[in-house]
């Protein structure tokens, strides 16, 4: 009996010594380490040689993956193989758009992706619109004042760090995207074809866009929305009365909702053209924002449908001026709490749009231009701004669970030459597209992830 329990402390000698060596000090060329943890009792770990699970492709598109395991213990451990990029001034990879930066910082910055496709310092480059969708950061661009030609439609993957050209549009900007039903949508905003069709693209489940060319005389391509079972579009056109169109058949075919006031078509020759600029939907009706331009000037209204008829319900002129940080109208707009909010240079909240009221402005904390505004998990975030002299902008985010004045808190805030445009969150995570700003090229059209400090 003696000898067999000499014999056993012995063996736990030999297997103590043997897991108290120290680890391989062969460093792994990446900071993603991984590992399987073992069910054996604790160990030092003695691994052997890192063996590659999957190989760095030549082109650097996609990333390596090597694992050891402990010859003790048998834990595995896993690490990823970065490969040798070729990244250029703003620390984008040339060949596989992969972005380097700091990912413990507060402000990052993610590249000014599409001067890629675009002639650097162009307003085209402007990230118009951001849309976090399916991990990924879709970003709008384009310029169909200028007519830039057709649009890239670049997206940023947040699980591999890359930027990806997920498809082109025909149309001069894309400068809006739109989740409806779960599907990502983007309006074409000025075709490159025939102003005799407009454009929409969808995204399809392989990440590509289809693209929809089925809205009657759509020379422009304002916004979309789902309604009572319609897909609506928000269009310019040729025709006065003849500027929202909806689809029954999920936008293979579309007809128009003229607009009428004080029961007839609304008509008038003073006017050269009309817009539908933003659909709302608020308290279950639908409502849009027209804009009628005159030789000089321009006049705004509120419309409602109502039985395939867009009917005026009040004047929207209060909207139309404001400080002008964002990139159309309303960049911002939701109902919350009873009240229907947009953004137009500041927030305001609506409680009726017949003209009654013109909304009530919601002042931040510290009197900042607001430039756009999101609802998430029944929270409000609002994208703010101010002149801050030799350091640029100060760029704020506020929340709010009530949208009250006086409830806003900061979330995060820093200075940036650039004015941001537009923004969405994922998670903690904001991104924010820059605008155009011919004094700070290198930071013109930045994406930059900002995380939350409070």
């Known amino acids: 009996m003696k000898k067999r329990c000499l014999i056993g402390l012995l063996l736990c000698a030999l297997l103590l010594s043997a897991c108290s060596k120290q680890p391989s000090a062969d460093t792994p060329p990446s900071t993603t380490q991984t590992t399987t943890p073992s069910t054996q009792p604790s160990c030092s770990h003695t691994f052997g040689q890192w063996t590659v699970q999957v190989p760095i492709t030549d082109d650097c598109k996609q990333d390596g993956q090597e694992a050891r395991v402990c010859t003790s213990c048998g834990e595995t451990e896993t690490r990823i193989l970065i490969p040798d990029h070729n990244y250029d001034e703003y620390n984008v990879c040339q060949d596989c758009l992969y972005v380097k930066y700091d990912a413990e910082a507060a402000v990052a910055e993610l590249g000014p992706i599409s001067y890629q496709w675009y ?26 004042n200028e007519d830039s030609g057709i649009t890239p439609i670049y997206a940023y993957d947040i699980a591999t760090g890359r930027w990806q ?23 074409g905003l000025d075709p490159r074809e025939s102003w005799e069709m407009g454009n929409f693209y969808i995204l399809q489940e392989d990440g590509s866009w289809k693209k929809m060319r089925t809205l009657p005389n759509g020379i422009h391509n304002f916004d979309l929305i789902e309604f009572d079972g319609k897909l609506f579009a928000g269009l310019g056109t040729d025709y006065q009365y003849n500027t929202t169109a909806y689809s029954t058949d999920g936008g293979e075919t579309f007809q128009y909702a003229p607009m009428y006031k004080d029961g007839k078509l609304f008509e008038d ?14 308290k279950g009706q639908l409502y849009s924002l027209m804009r009628f331009v005159k030789n000089v000037g321009s006049d705004y209204g509120f419309f409602r449908y109502e039985d395939g008829k867009m009917i005026y319900v009040g004047d929207a002129s209060a909207y139309a001026g404001g400080r002008a940080y964002n990139r159309g109208f309303f960049s911002g707009k939701f109902e919350f709490n009873g009240r229907y909010y947009v953004t137009a240079g500041d927030l305001f909240a609506i409680t009726d749009f017949s003209g009654e009221t013109d909304g009530k402005k919601i002042a931040m904390p510290g009197d900042e231009g607001v430039v756009d505004a999101l609802l998430q ?3 409000m975030y609002v994208l703010a701004t101010a002149p801050a002299g030799d350091q640029g902008h100060k760029i704020v985010i506020y929340k709010s669970a009530t949208g009250e004045e006086g409830s806003f808190e900061e979330v995060l805030s820093f200075h940036y030459p650039v004015l941001p445009c537009a923004f969405d969150m994922d998670g903690t995570d904001f991104y924010l597209g820059m605008n155009m700003d011919n004094d700070h090229d290198a930071q013109s059209g930045m994406l930059l992830r900002a995380r939350a400090t409070n």
């Open 269 to 282: 020759s003073a006017y050269e053209y009309t817009r539908n600029y933003e659909f709302m939907v608020y």
């Open 119 to 144: 002639v650097e310092g162009d307003i085209a480059n402007t990230n118009w619109d951001v849309k976090v969708f399916n991990g990924k950061v879709y970003r709008g661009a384009g310029d169909y």
């Open 165 to 187: 050209e997920t498809g082109f549009a025909d149309d001069e900007a894309i400068q809006h995207f739109r989740e409806i039903n779960g599907t990502l949508y983007a309006p």
């Open 377 to 379: 998990d029944g929270v």
